[in-house]
């Protein structure tokens, strides 16, 4: 059996960004977006003590089989001495992770009245599907209060 042509092996490639392609669109996301940079919003509606005032995910888009880095800036109404973090990864809707663990152990506490930084370094496995992910983050204070919400999108593209 002979081997594939290098034209055969660009056509299945290129069949294959086409079919990555029509499956992010059923899924509603556009096309564009697997290469955008990482969108976050503010989900606390001034209901939290933590407002995110900035969201930086490096490198950008994240590629599978490395790490990555994840900086929430936020800025503090109130004094925070412990709380956890919720957060839930979904891919075309689908939750595909979820964790939840102590706030302090990604930013220092007490979390004083200003600015503050929690902050994740994390391994991409290099199985992960490539896509336009969306991250779900809450958390509580000490108090079982809602100490933040964000919505954050960013694209994995393959290492």
């Not at 109130?78 to 992770?97: C, M, N």
């Not at 930013?107 to 496995?125: D, F």
């Amino acid at each position: 059996v002979d081997p594939p042509s290098l034209q055969a092996m660009q056509l299945r490639f290129l069949s294959s960004l086409v079919l990555l392609a029509c499956l992010q669109q059923a899924a509603g996301v556009p096309v564009q977006s697997l290469f955008s940079p990482a969108t976050w919003k503010d989900c606390g509606d001034g209901a939290t003590t933590l407002t995110v005032t900035n969201v930086v995910i490096s490198p950008s888009p994240v590629k599978t089989g490395a790490n990555f880095t994840m900086i929430v800036e936020c800025t503090s109404a109130g004094v925070i001495s412990t709380g956890s973090l919720d957060t839930k990864v979904y891919l075309a809707g689908v939750q595909v992770h979820s964790e939840t663990g102590p706030l302090c152990d990604n930013t220092a506490c007490p979390v004083k009245a200003g600015t503050m930084k929690i902050s994740t370094t994390s391994y991409m496995p290099i199985i992960t599907p490539p896509g336009w992910y969306e991250v779900k983050l809450s958390g509580s204070d000490q108090d079982q209060l809602p100490a933040i919400c964000a919505d954050i999108h960013f694209s994995v593209v393959v290492g």
